[in-house]
């Protein structure tokens, strides 16, 4: 048995304070005992506990247990009365608790009585006196001063040497306020609070709880040394009562009642700046207003954070908000299970069984007949529980639209509203909803699904990525607009196969041909290509050179460059009409099944921007719906868009500014490159296949890459501020002005330097003794011998694999790394008080602008396989690659590393599908010029139908012919090499008269008759490939047939139930028979057929 400090056993302490308290009644004389007590005289509870105090010990334990119970539900009825006779709560001898009290924890046993305050005064003072009695040495007391108190959780007052005495006959230090606490009772903290009042005198702290705040603080009655380490001892009370009660230590997603719901949460750190007293001033209103508006507010102290410093608001939405604002903002809700069947499996399904995820997952929820919610009529719709009736994702959207309209106060004679402007001053911190629950595992009752952690286990994980997505489940939990996202980058992800399959196949092609490849052939000959001597390729420093030392180059040239270029540049002009096309018709099946057909209308009317609402001094008459809107008037906002103008025109030529850097770049390390080469003797093997020309075009290329980023990064700050300040008046124009600008700056940014080396390189160079010059100093660059393809290629993969792999690590490492960082300052560790909402708040924020910036990285890698594609026909495959990890980095990303996003609807992709259309426009030009100006693929054919003389080998004799002489002695004496030469003449690549003919270094016949090749090849292949598009897209249809009949199925179900609701309450508020009204109806009809039948 337990022995107490004074060396007594536990029982014989009981048995002494129920003989006291008997000793006491019986002095006092009291016929009457307090309500809630025992009739019994005080005679007879004396020999009760002398009896108990002769049994066995477990019986002994059995009856103190027992008599707890008793004496706990006598305080709780005693106290609710008192409590409820206060708030008219009590009817009759039942008490009508505000929630109903939660069951008792099984684990309770022996808890300590609580006492009333008179009888606890007395008990007090004499056992003070009889501790005063015991004789303890003087190091004794010491050790008894200095040893940390035993926790007490009590609001009856104690003695400070009372407090020191170890109570062990039930839970160590255990009251029965604590044992409520754990229990759940929903209405404790203001029992506590009225205890709390009477026992102030001698203990500083107090329980405080209202629906405006909730704070306390940390009790004087710490943890034992001897049962608890000394880090434990912030575990006061009030996180007992929020992290333990109902097992809400870390996924729970309700207020402390276990009943309300969190639908979003506000956090906000009390800090004492100068402006703190007017932060707190907004919040106040602020939170006023809200609950103004029937939001429901609970408000957790910063000492129960994790770190010490952060409040946090949970917010709940109850039925009534949710009613009025989802008719507010015309949310459509089931009325009626679907009779219309989903589409059945076709025999390419069940080949397709592997990638196929389970039913449940892919189709959570049945399909419904859906209609505009209205709070009229509310027995219309499938309201099986009003709790589960709104999903998640509906519920953050309500209460994110009346916070983003809510106003805290007036400043500077304007009204301040919205939840944006609060961020934006740090007047709170973050604002968002919470996630179902932990993702690594699912939620434990009486939290809902996790969704979650369905979408974790089905989605997010990498082993899954041949899996199909669960888009209704996305759509579900992120709301449409991340869902329409998923969807189109997960259809653009299936067409980039079949570009892969074909792209990959005319690359084996190219491998397969290298080594029977003419051109490389007499290129890597010596006794051709290693006679050829060629023209310096700079001014003095650069010598003569062999063309055979470009035999490596010349065959991974003809890997890219070859007569499956042709048909792959058709075929990609081809591909991109039937994705567009077929993306059409996908996003017309997707309106149907997320019930945003009619969204477009309500859209122009309801995502009015709360920052046009307040800056708008002006209203004008709506012509359509004849209400007063805001209104700015267009010369306000002039000077901001002639500001926008100008930025994004001066960054552009920034852009191309930093591209003529980083050609001057190239051209003065190029000579640096060949002298060094030349020069050094332990480079002669690696020469062969690393040139002068692909040396300087590899680290320009990694040059102009790293330039592109940083001046991306320093963009996205000023154009974002700039369409800000433009006051666009709703969110889709804010989003479309944005991508405008941003897209135009990416644009140039990324594509300026292929354009340059695919349409300007080699083009303009001149011919020895007659060469241009870059601002009259540097000598413009020549392409290789075997074309300037090779190059074109070598910068479109590094820029497009490396902005790919940047992305990647970007969005997978920054959130991971900002996350780690916030936990590693948390204060403790502690599971069990890590809450859900703070789990949350320690992720990274989406951002309103992350999916916008997914949108541009994906709309970026199409213009690289699209513009260019005809250069590399491996671009579709990387970006196969890159989309399947891209979509479950993102996945992952959503899922795990950051905060819960706000639920917006989108019926599209937006303004990014006429950025497509335009790019897929551009695409068949680009590389039809590609295959025309930089392949060489149209002068060999030039050569193989007109200049051949070899029947039997027509390309043999190519390579000479391609190449034009130059006499050496007729270089100016500033461009020719120092040292002299046995030869007296060189080769360059052009089509000149030879220095023999009287018309020398002009261009000659060969030279007009590529080019009009060339022209012709343009025209030829833009024509084919714009007249397969537009049949194309005139024989797709942009809506499936089947798509078409289901929506006119749904109309007319949906028309014909609210016709029979309507008729039904018609019939309910007259009081009309059924049979007679039906009778009724039959005349007037047959009255009516009766009248035609007579016209």
């Not at 997603?253 to 009943?259: L, T």
């Not at 695409?923 to 051949?948: G, K, W």
């Not at 018309?999 to 007249?1027: G, P």
Request: some cysteine.
């Amino acid at each position: 048995m337990a022995v107490s400090k004074g060396g007594a056993p536990a029982g014989l302490a009981v048995w002494r304070r129920g003989k006291r308290r008997g000793d006491r009644d019986a002095a006092k004389g009291k016929g009457k005992l307090p309500e809630g007590r025992s009739g019994k005289d005080p005679g007879e509870h004396r020999e009760e506990w002398r009896l108990r105090d002769q049994l066995p010990s477990r019986h002994r334990d059995r009856c103190l247990e027992k008599y707890w119970e008793s004496a706990q539900e006598r305080y709780r009825v005693r106290v609710g009365k008192r409590r409820a006779k206060r708030a008219k709560q009590v009817v009759g001898d039942r008490v009508e608790w505000k929630y109903p009290p939660e069951r008792k924890a099984g684990w309770l046993w022996r808890p300590e009585k609580v006492e009333s305050e008179e009888e606890e005064k007395e008990e007090g003072k004499e056992e003070e006196e009889e501790a005063c009695r015991r004789k303890s040495s003087p190091l004794e007391v010491q050790q008894q001063q200095l040893r940390r108190p035993t926790v007490r959780f009590s609001t009856c007052l104690r003695s400070p040497r009372l407090s020191q005495l170890r109570l062990s006959c039930c839970l160590s230090g255990t009251s029965a306020i604590n044992e409520l606490a754990k229990m759940g009772d929903p209405d404790l903290l203001e029992v506590l609070a009225e205890e709390g009042e009477k026992v102030n005198k001698h203990i500083d702290y107090s329980f405080q709880m209202s629906e405006q705040s909730l704070s306390s603080r940390e009790t004087s009655f710490l943890i034992n040394e001897e049962t608890m380490p000394a880090k434990r001892f912030n575990l006061f009370l009030r996180r007992r009562l929020m992290f333990q009660k109902n097992q809400q230590s870390k996924d729970s997603i309700f207020f402390r009642d276990g009943i309300r719901q969190i639908d979003f949460v506000l956090s906000y750190v009390d800090d004492v700046k100068k402006d703190s007293e007017l932060k707190a001033e907004r919040r106040k209103e602020f939170e006023t207003n809200l609950r103004k508006t029937g939001l429901e507010l609970e408000i957790e102290d910063k000492r129960d954070s994790e770190d010490g410093r952060t409040y946090f608001v949970k917010i709940h939405a109850p039925w009534e908000v949710l009613v009025t604002y989802a008719e507010v903002l015309g949310i459509k809700m089931p009325i009626k299970e679907s009779d219309i069947p989903r589409p059945k499996h076709t025999p390419i399904s069940y080949v397709l069984g592997p990638v196929r995820l389970p039913l449940s997952v892919k189709y959570p929820h049945p399909e419904y007949f859906t209609a505009q919610f209205s709070r009229h009529r509310q027995e219309l719709f499938l309201i099986e529980d009003q709790a589960t009736f709104f999903p998640s994702s509906s519920r953050n959207r309500i209460v994110y639209y009346i916070l983003s309209r809510c106003p805290f106060g007036i400043e500077d004679g304007k009204k301040r509203f919205g939840i944006e402007r609060l961020l934006n001053s740090n007047t709170y911190s973050s604002a968002y909803p919470l996630h179902d629950g932990q993702y690594w595992k699912p939620s434990e009752p009486p939290n809902p699904t996790n969704e979650r952690y369905t979408l974790h286990q089905n989605w997010a994980r990498f082993s899954y990525f041949y899996k199909e997505q669960p888009l209704d489940l996305i759509k579900n939990y992120y709301g449409e607009k991340i869902g329409i996202y998923f969807v189109f980058l997960g259809f653009y992800t299936e067409m980039l196969f079949f570009a892969a399959v074909v792209g990959l196949a005319c690359f084996i092609y190219g491998l397969l041909s290298m080594e029977h490849n003419t051109s490389s052939t007499e290129i890597c000959d010596p006794e051709i290509g290693g006679q050829m001597i060629m023209c310096p390729l700079c001014d003095q420093v650069c010598d003569y050179w062999r063309l055979n030392s470009t035999c490596l180059a010349s065959k991974f040239s003809h890997l890219f460059d070859n007569e499956s270029t042709v048909f792959f540049a058709i075929f990609m002009g081809i591909w991109v009409t039937l994705f567009l096309e077929f993306w059409k018709q996908r996003q017309a099946r997707l309106e149907y099944e997320w019930d945003l057909v009619d969204f477009e209308e309500e859209q122009q009317q309801l995502q009015l921007r709360p920052e046009f609402e307040a800056m708008c001094k002006h209203r004008k008459l709506n012509a359509v719906t004849k209400e007063m809107e805001p209104y700015m008037p267009l010369y306000t906002r002039i000077p901001w868009y002639f500001l926008s103008g100008a930025t994004v025109t001066l960054w552009m030529s920034l852009v191309v500014t930093s591209m003529v850097a980083v050609i001057v770049y190239r051209l003065s390390v190029f000579a640096t490159f060949a002298s060094f080469m030349e020069s050094d003797a332990s480079l002669k093997q690696v020469k062969s296949f690393l040139t002068p020309q692909i040396t300087t075009s590899l680290t320009g290329s990694c040059l102009n890459f790293i330039v592109i980023l940083i001046l991306n990064f320093f963009y996205e700050k000023i154009s974002a501020w700039i369409t800000k300040m433009e006051i666009p008046r709703t969110y889709q124009e804010y989003e479309s002005s944005l991508t405008l600008k941003m897209f135009l700056f990416q644009f140039v940014n990324f594509y300026s330097s292929c354009f340059y080396v695919a349409f300007f390189k080699g083009k303009f160079v001149g011919y020895p003794g007659k060469y241009t010059y870059l601002f009259n100093e540097w000598r413009s660059e020549e392409c290789d011998p075997g074309g300037c393809l090779i190059e074109l290629t070598t910068q479109l993969t590094i820029i497009m694999t490396g902005k790919q792999i940047f992305g990647n690590i970007k969005e997978a490492i920054y959130p991971l790394a900002l996350n780690w960082w916030r936990r590693r300052k948390a204060r403790t560790n502690s599971e069990k008080l890590y809450s859900r909402w703070e789990q949350d708040h320690d992720l990274e924020s989406f951002g309103p602008l992350g999916l916008f910036y997914e949108y541009l990285e994906t709309v970026t890698q199409f213009g690289f396989v699209t513009l260019f594609v005809a250069s590399f026909p491996l671009a579709p495959l990387l970006a196969l690659i890159n989309n399947i990890v891209e979509i479950r980095v993102d996945a992952w990303k959503l899922t795990t590393q950051y905060r819960r996003t706000v639920a917006s609807k989108a019926h599209s992709i937006g303004v990014w599908q006429d950025i497509l259309y335009g790019m897929a426009v551009l695409s068949v030009a680009t590389n039809a010029f590609i295959v025309a100006f930089t392949s060489d693929i149209i002068p060999r054919l030039v050569y193989y139908y007109a200049y051949s003389t070899n029947a039997t080998q027509p390309m043999t004799g190519y390579v000479n012919n391609s190449l034009s002489v130059f006499l050496i002695a007729d270089f100016p004496n500033h461009t020719a090499p120092s040292e002299k030469r046995d030869f007296i003449t060189c080769r360059y690549r052009d089509y000149r008269y030879p220095p023999d003919d009287e018309n020398k270094y002009f261009h000659n016949m060969q030279f007009w008759h590529v080019l009009a090749a060339k022209m012709t090849f343009i025209i030829v292949m833009e024509h084919v490939v714009f007249l397969v598009k537009f049949l194309l897209a005139w024989m797709i249809p942009d809506v499936p047939k089947d798509v078409v009949e289901r929506i006119k199925r749904e109309k007319l179900m949906t028309i014909k139930i609210l016709h029979d609701f309507e008729l039904n309450k018609l019939k309910e508020n007259l009081g009309i028979n059924s049979n007679e009204f039906a009778k009724h109806v039959m005349i007037e009809e047959n009255k009516a057929q009766l009248a035609k039948s007579t016209l």
